[in-house]
């Protein structure tokens, strides 16, 4: 059974950082893409970040470019997502996801979901 599980997540002041972890069980993810999304309280679910399947492209929301990156251990069939200059907008559930079918920005697009881990900045 494939399974993402994300951890890392947790409550940090603004201008703190988190780093995000998502290790994937039950099949290698090597040859895939993989992504970060985020869903806030009463809102869409969010792209924001994703990388290649080599990690040799990432591509990135504009309201995190400059603060987040995205990362991947394909040895630990791992990606990372490190948090700096967390702001109270930045507060949601983050979503691991792997292998789009499609564009990395939709999550329509995505084959694999993890249940996700609670960012919660404070002002």
């Known amino acids: 059974q494939v399974q993402l599980v994300e951890s890392g997540g947790g409550l940090v002041q603004a201008g703190g950082s988190l780093r995000l972890s998502c290790a994937a069980s039950g099949r290698t993810f090597s040859s895939a893409a993989m992504g970060w999304f985020r869903q806030a309280p009463g809102k869409e679910r969010e792209f924001v970040a994703a990388i290649s399947w080599s990690g040799g492209s990432t591509y990135y929301a504009d309201s995190v470019k400059g603060r987040f990156t995205i990362s991947r251990d394909t040895a630990k069939n791992t990606v990372y997502l490190q948090m700096n200059s967390l702001k109270p907008e930045d507060t949601a559930v983050y979503y691991c996801?792997?292998?789009?079918?499609?564009?990395?920005?939709?999550?329509?697009?995505?084959?694999?979901w993890g249940q996700g881990t609670q960012v919660t900045v404070s002002s």
């Open positions: 996801a792997a292998e789009p079918s499609g564009s990395y920005y939709s999550p329509y697009e995505y084959d694999y």
